[in-house]
């Protein structure tokens, strides 16, 4: 089986995008369901997707465990999978981890960009690691099955959360520093603390995180994951595509600066580019997964590797992390 | 298989109850775990029951569909299953629906003794039936496998919701008011178009809804059960004792005046009897379900209507009503 699954997507959604990724034969999405929301509307951003699985139930439904990405397969649909990529659903709330999981939240960083109640994000100046709550709350993620993704996170923290967690974690969306030296991106050591305690990282596809941005080569995307596979092996890798397809800029301004400053915050972009970049134009969007196969085959990784790259590691991860601890 | 199961309780919970629900082979409970209480404010009361869930693991867990009695019984413990008995959960959010059933809500009333969004109360001086939202509310709850209960609603609001919804809904805790003219009990015209429809009717052992209230016997109660069964057959009879054991009288008085009133509302008690009457002598608590099974023997119920009675009518309802529209 070749199952085709992307680490992460914030896009627009709309019935475009779904068709898309059925065009593009995606079984499984992890989409991101908030940013800075708090609880409450966080259960709002779950209803507007109930109402997306009632209204495209031929194109999309609510994935919650691995075998959901079987049964796209075999329906002919794309199971769609929840995460935030800020604690804010638990607000300062240790049940809302259970809670959450119940609705089908299934990754959580455990921070965003600034400091968060639990880890520190990767654009503050300082990194005082997991806090008291998030020492609990990383216990609780491990006992009902929610996966600890530090993508935006900061070296120290990501360390300490890998350390710390009884289960194996997740850096959704990122690429290594040594590639494209941005704050987002992962050092070596890092990447290799990640894939020895048998965590997953997801390339990412965001121009800010390529190497020549929007600009960047299929050729130098694929062999940037040849030599991160030299590191951990190809088995710990997949695609975390962190596509934001159809989003006005108003949304970038949002993840960035949510309500947590009254100036404007560039993040990765800069005063003079604050929107989104264009894609690299060969990978466009979900219709785009074959043009990543044809280049991992030409940097030299076989069939079996191609495939647990494009889906099938996130698909055994997906295995051994959304149920409760064993 | 004699399952017994309990269409409602709302005891102050603590081990000593969970234990006399085993002592008393009870296999599921419709527990209350919402009167007045908001979307935010139920869920922190889901948090309670998922930390008795994980304390009291070995004498209770979280019920969620019919096959779970039958998991308590494998497993020697009781299925607690949530329910609400009033809408207030639900907001003004039709959404929220479809979220609380995924985080386990099986049951819910219409309204509680007042007028709701939804429905009227059965204290109200004009009942004008199921309101806008009210239908809409019907059509989402028969959509996703909640129960409509109409425990507490008035006759005209009962009636109406018996006659819209597609799926048979239930008066989990009620008597007949011709045995006792109480005005939470059910006249004859809402019990026969109850049964009628398929719904259930589960009889209640709070001493206000009894013949003699406190006094009442056990050959009287079981004597109006078969007087029932002559109206709408034994199939669409159950129990919902509304035990509320153990709970101190701030909490019945939380039932009734939540925050709709800063007077004092005395519901079916009164200024000279604000608190709770003792229950009879006969059903204490959770122990005594083998007394009902003698006195349902006794007023000359056959051995399978009996299992019925107590737990079997239950279990089909249940199996027929949790899941999604067929």
Chains 1, 2 share one sequence.
Not at 31 to 50: D, G, K
Not at 63 to 88: H, L, M, Y
Request: proline share 4%; hydrophobic share 40%; charged share 25%.
């Amino acid at each position: 089986m070749r199952y085709r699954i992307d680490g992460l997507q914030y896009a627009n959604w709309s019935e475009k995008v779904f068709r898309q990724m059925r065009e593009g034969g995606v079984d499984a999405v992890h989409v991101t369901i908030a940013y800075h929301e708090n609880f409450r509307e966080t259960v709002l951003n779950i209803e507007a997707w109930n109402r997306w699985f009632e209204r495209f139930d031929d194109l999309i439904f609510h994935g919650q465990w691995a075998e959901d990405v079987e049964k796209a397969r075999e329906t002919g649909r794309t199971a769609i999978f929840f995460g935030f990529q800020n604690p804010s659903p638990i607000e300062d709330d240790i049940g809302l981890v259970e809670v959450l999981h119940k609705l089908g939240a299934r990754f959580m960083q455990l921070s965003y960009n600034n400091q968060s109640l639990l880890a520190t994000g990767c654009y503050e100046a300082e990194d005082p690691g997991i806090t008291r709550m998030g020492k609990q709350v990383i216990k609780e993620m491990n006992r009902v099955g929610m996966v600890i993704d530090m993508s935006h996170s900061s070296d120290r923290s990501t360390l300490e959360a890998i350390e710390l967690s009884q289960r194996p974690i997740a850096i959704t969306h990122a690429n290594p520093h040594r590639w494209a030296p941005a704050l987002r991106n992962k050092k070596d050591d890092v990447i290799r603390a990640l894939g020895e305690s048998g965590g997953m990282l997801g390339f990412s596809l965001y121009p800010h995180h390529l190497k020549g941005k929007s600009d960047c080569s299929l050729e130098s995307f694929c062999q940037m994951i040849a030599d991160t596979a030299e590191m951990v092996g190809p088995d710990r890798l997949g695609i975390g595509s962190d596509l934001c397809q159809d989003q006005p800029d108003s949304v970038v301004e949002w993840m960035r600066s949510g309500r947590w400053t009254k100036e404007v915050d560039f993040g990765e972009g800069s005063a003079a580019a604050p929107g989104f970049p264009p894609m690299p134009q060969w990978f466009r969007d979900n219709r785009d997964f074959g043009n990543l196969e044809a280049g991992l085959l030409q940097v030299g990784f076989d069939r079996d590797e191609v495939d647990g790259i494009l889906g099938m590691n996130w698909h055994r991860f997906f295995a051994q992390s959304f149920g409760p601890a064993g």
